[in-house]
């Protein structure tokens, strides 16, 4: 598949430049002493069940293991970029000596890059970048080819099966400059496919329900001439399955991004088609480990830059019902026992997940 590469061997080559770099490089930070250093990690929403089940815990416990004395400043802004805002104040507030940010609204973001530089306070675009005022570094999976595997695997699947019709696509927050990259990386896959584009939205704060009433009422429109649906996480897909079982209507193969066990179960059962396996803990530890030296003065390298930003970028995996088993064995994030619990015991038998 197209830009997919080896996941592993990717985590590793970028899990060693950032630890090969703590020996070298001035830095930002508060001149190399880490003692007691308050770290805030400000996440977007929770809207997405990874932030407050694996990003936070991973992030604090990696930052435990490099730093026992520091202190990690937890914030959540359930998709109000306001609050977000006034988190960032109260963290430097309190005299964080580095922010790690997930934004809201990647635009909205910068003026809290602002008011960190005039402090002196490092900032680390974590998952999503931040537009306008490039903040220090960037720390995410690679957007663009997340939405271009998805999409590509959507669409070899349907010159597998002989489909026919069109797609539709649902994207993330228009707000969020990483569901940009999504979009772009699922029009990269589909524009040329020969499967015409019925209809596109843009999913405020990746609402569930806004994907789903917005199906509904292309399922209304469009009926039996849907052949798929690229939808840009689990949540946005799993809306868009609520909505053809809803209207009676067989679901068509409909993708998704993050691997939440609710995508893990609907792929058991034959609802979803594809997700994206994120292994959270690499990009949690990461970060942890560049705000580590952004702390203690280093200056991190990076393997590339973006939107004026150096950054790492890591290549994750797209998972449908053939690796399934195989991915789950592996994964370190969601439980077989999670996935298959007494309503999906047999789709799991049937899935060789086991």
């Not at 922010?99 to 973001?109: E, G, K, L, N």
């Not at 809306?239 to 993050?258: L, S």
Request: charged content about 20%; some cysteine.
């Amino acid at each position: 598949m197209r830009r997919l590469l080896a996941f592993a061997a990717t985590a590793l080559l970028a899990l060693s430049s950032v630890t090969a770099c703590s020996d070298e490089g001035s830095g930002t930070g508060n001149g190399g002493d880490a003692e007691n250093a308050k770290i805030a990690f400000l996440m977007p929403d929770i809207a997405s069940t990874r932030y407050e089940l694996y990003d936070h815990p991973l992030f604090e416990a990696r930052m435990a293991e490099l730093c026992p004395d520091c202190e990690v400043i937890y914030n959540n802004a359930n998709a109000d970029a306001s609050r977000q805002q006034q988190q960032a104040d109260s963290a430097l507030a309190q005299g964080v000596s580095a922010i790690v940010i997930d934004p809201v609204d990647s635009t909205a973001a910068a003026s809290i890059v602002n008011t960190a530089r005039t402090q002196g306070v490092p900032i680390i675009a974590y998952d999503r970048p931040v537009l306008e005022t490039p903040p220090d570094y960037y720390i995410s999976f690679d957007n663009e080819a997340i939405g271009e595997s998805i999409g590509q695997s959507l669409v070899d699947h349907l010159d597998e099966t002989g489909a026919e019709g069109g797609l539709l696509q649902v994207n993330g927050s228009p707000t969020d400059a990483a569901a940009g990259l999504i979009k772009q990386g699922i029009h990269n896959a589909i524009d040329d496919s020969g499967y015409e584009l019925l209809a596109e939205y843009d999913t405020p704060d990746w609402q569930p329900a806004d994907a789903q009433e917005w199906v509904s009422g292309q399922i209304s429109r469009f009926g039996d001439d849907i052949a798929g649906v690229v939808a840009a996480n689990d949540g946005t897909g799993g809306g868009a399955i609520a909505a053809f079982k809803a209207a009676g209507m067989p679901v068509p193969p409909v993708t998704g991004n993050d691997f939440e066990v609710a995508a893990a179960q609907r792929i058991a059962a034959g609802d979803q088609y594809n997700t994206i396996s994120k292994p959270i803990k690499i990009v949690a530890e990461a970060a942890a480990e560049v705000a580590y030296q952004f702390v203690t003065g280093e200056e991190p390298t990076a393997e590339t830059e973006l939107f004026d930003t150096p950054a790492q970028l890591f290549e994750p995996t797209v998972v449908t019902a053939e690796n399934l088993p195989d991915v789950l064995a592996e994964s370190d994030q969601v439980d077989v026992a999670d996935v298959c619990t007494d309503g999906y015991a047999a789709a799991c038998a049937e899935a060789g997940v086991s």
